[in-house]
């Protein structure tokens, strides 16, 4: 007997889906909200290990025909060219339109029937996709597929867990009018950290059109508004300033996000897609995961005696890509972060050896107001001398310790631009008075000044307070002593310690919610949260 299937949302993941399914001789019917099938957004990358799925579904030979090969991807970093490497022919770009419309088009051939206006509300578990008006299509497999906002999931009664974060994208599709020479045949990704952190990823999909991904961290409001702020991208990227010029009111801004289930299946209804695995789209891996993932999925059922059995399969042999994925994507976004203000990581070390650094750094320290992630040959000391101390030390996450001083230094500067030389210090040697740390030797040792060694005392927890790595050990009473040291701190009036301090906290706060284990959770909840309520307030609203 023919099998039927269900599929909430026209998108890469439905498509796929809905294809290969058809292409084994299923009947499957696809239900999107939108009256018409279509794409939202601007181009892809779609990367090797996707073409073969695309075969599976019959849309690759429209796709190619459709797709880019970029000749090679530039990295320039404040106005400065530091890579131009050849891709090899290794990446494929496209609009997102093109890929749709040759999954549409296969899934069509494959005899699949797509309606348009037809929200799905519900998923049946039994086996039935449940639509706005009421009607109940009862079927042998029901996939929600709608998306990363996926209303189907939450009537499966299935956790989910959603994590935004802290960067995001403008995204611009423009014809390539007066962008055809060979150079615009290539990537080209731009990084700047002179002033507040942006960048902009050109990317051609096509020898007609390019897109523009516009990326500042989500608390620059000027620059993750659209239509765009056109002054302040053109006066960072003058290169670019007169294609930046036509973008007009076009473009739409994400955020990036996160989304794990602990389950991609309920009976018989999966969720697949962004539905159960958004991604930032720091690699461009989120319509290929979904493809892939999507057909597995109905490889898995297609030829499946039991369905159920058929489901768990897939889920046990698919999850450690996606996770993988999912991670992999993740330690880009957090390591390339503009919110955080981190270059590319080889960055210190370009700046380091090039011809000019005396210079630069002489210009920086004759200077000690600082406005850019810095590269002064103090602030490297530090930073040596802190990975040497804290060597082999893991946080909650399992990464060196000795990061998290950067990464506090690099929160105060983002926030205050203008943080003297000794808040920077303090930042970097926080813990420096701390059981473990390199206590006043240290200090003296790397000539800190008086007025960071003042910072780092005030900020510095009782013993009593000092629950260094021994989350465990924290309950009510700890937590309250903590709190009350850090009621004393912002009874001292000292913003520069508060701010620094704030910084601090912040970091561990985004550790514990990257972390999210029940330990990490209690302390977030408990200890951390609640200071940080407390140093904003001391300080009103100027360090939020
Ligand atoms: C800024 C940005 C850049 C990206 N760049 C890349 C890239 O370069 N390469 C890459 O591979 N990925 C990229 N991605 C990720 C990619 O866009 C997504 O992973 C992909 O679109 C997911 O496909 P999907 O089918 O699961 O969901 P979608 O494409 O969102 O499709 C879901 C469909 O379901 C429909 N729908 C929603 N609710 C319902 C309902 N209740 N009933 C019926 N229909 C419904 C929607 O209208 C939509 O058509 C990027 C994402 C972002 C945010």
């Known amino acids: 007997m023919t099998r039927t299937a269900m599929i909430a949302g026209a998108g890469y993941a439905g498509l796929a889906a809905a294809a290969v399914l058809a292409r084994a001789g299923w009947r499957v019917c696809v239900y999107e909200a939108d009256p018409e099938p279509r794409s939202v957004g601007a181009g892809l990358y779609v990367h090797g290990f996707v073409h073969d799925a695309l075969r599976k579904t019959g849309a690759y030979d429209d796709f190619m025909r459709g797709a880019f090969k970029p000749a090679a991807h530039c990295v320039y970093i404040d106005g400065a060219r530091q890579s131009n490497a050849s891709t090899d022919g290794n990446i494929t770009t496209t609009t997102r339109a093109a890929l749709h419309v040759a999954l549409i088009e296969a899934a069509r051939r494959a005899g699949v029937s797509i309606a348009g206006g037809s929200r799905a509300v519900a998923a049946d578990p039994r086996g039935a996709l449940i639509l706005a008006d009421g009607t109940r299509l009862a079927a042998d497999l029901v996939i929600a597929a709608d998306g990363v906002r996926s209303t189907i999931t939450q009537t499966l009664d299935i956790p989910i867990t959603r994590v935004p974060h802290q960067d995001g994208i403008t995204r611009i599709l423009l014809d390539r009018d007066g962008l055809r020479d060979d150079k615009w045949n290539s990537i080209h990704d731009y990084y700047d950290y002179r002033g507040r952190p942006l960048r902009v990823l050109y990317t051609p999909c096509g020898s007609d059109a390019f897109y523009f991904c516009l990326m500042a961290p989500i608390i620059d409001v000027e620059a993750t508004s659209v239509p765009i702020a056109g002054a302040l991208w053109t006066a ?22 996160t989304t794990t289930l ?70 880009v976004a957090s390591q390339r972060s503009l919110s955080r203000a981190v270059r590319p990581s080889e960055q210190r070390l370009v700046e380091l050896s090039s011809e000019d650094s005396d210079r630069k750094h002489a210009r920086q320290e004759g200077d000690q107001r600082m406005t850019l992630v810095p590269s002064a040959s103090w602030y490297t000391e530090i930073i040596a001398a802190v990975d040497q101390q804290q060597a082999g030390i893991k946080d909650h996450l399992g990464r060196p310790w000795a990061q998290h001083f950067e990464r506090v230094a690099l929160r105060l500067i983002f926030r205050k631009p203008d943080a003297s030389r000794a ?39 009782p013993p009593n ?22 009621r004393k701190l912002c009874a001292s009036g000292n913003r520069a310690a508060i701010q620094m301090k704030l910084a601090d906290i912040t970091d561990t706060i985004e550790a514990c919610r990257t972390g999210r284990t029940p330990l990490l959770i209690d302390q ?16 009103g609203s100027e360090l939020g």
């Not at 076009?250 to 990036?256: E, I, M, P, W």
């Not at 390199?438 to 007025?451: A, P, V």
């Not at 307070?465 to 040291?485: N, W």
């Open 524 to 539: 977030f909840v408990n200890r951390y949260e609640p200071s940080r309520k407390l140093l904003e307030q001391a300080l």
């Open 465 to 486: 307070a000092d629950y260094y790595r021994r989350f465990q050990e924290v309950g009510p009473a700890e937590c309250e002593i903590y709190l009350d040291y850090v």
């Open 236 to 257: 960072r990227f003058p290169d670019l300033a007169p294609t930046l010029r036509r973008v007009g009111s076009a473009g739409r801004h994400d955020r990036y996000a």
């Open 262 to 331: 602990s389950t991609w299946s309920r009976g018989r209804a999966a969720i697949v897609g962004d539905a159960a695995h958004a991604m930032p789209s720091s690699l461009g891996q989120g319509a290929g995961v979904s493809i892939v993932n999507a057909v597995a999925l109905a490889e898995a059922v297609a030829h499946a005696d039991d369905i159920d059995a058929g489901l768990g399969d897939w889920e046990v042999a698919m999850r450690p890509m996606v996770e993988g994925w999912q991670r992999r994507v993740e330690d």
């Open 423 to 461: 808040h920077i210090e303090s930042a970097l040697l926080h813990d420096a008075m701390m059981e473990r740390g390199g206590g006043r030797e240290m200090l003296n040792s790397l000539g800190i000044s008086q007025e960071a060694c003042e910072i780092i005392e005030i900020t510095t927890p």
